[in-house]
């Protein structure tokens, strides 16, 4: 089975376009992921290939699941591709699932935090009643 690798400057391309629509500079999308600018310099301008972690990184800066990220890119992807062949992404299906059920458990984890704050806050106001 051959894989395509997605281009490092369609990547880059989807980073800018949602780094903008955020309103972000290059230095507080670095702020909020933890990456170096100099890094997400390079990036954006399609200059190195984007690893996993990091991408795991932007993703949550972006508030976008993994999936979601990559169907801009395949977007810009087809955009850009004369031929309009579709690429596949570089990461395998097992590891994009685990990435989905880490987002899918934090969002979960937060919602289960409100509820027991929100449950708290009016347990409380009950009992002084």
Known sequence: MKREVINPRHVGETILKLRRRAGWTQEELAEKTGINPTSVSKYERGKI???????????????CLPEQFLHQVWETSEEKSDDRSVSTAVFP?????????????ARKNLYMRTCRALFDALWGASRLR
Request: net charge negative; with cysteine; hydrophobic share 45%.
């Open 49 to 63: 290939p984007l690893g996993k972690v990091n991408f795991k990184k932007l993703c949550a800066a972006f508030g």
């Open 93 to 105: 299906e097992a590891e994009l699932e685990r990435i989905y059920d880490e987002s899918a458990m």
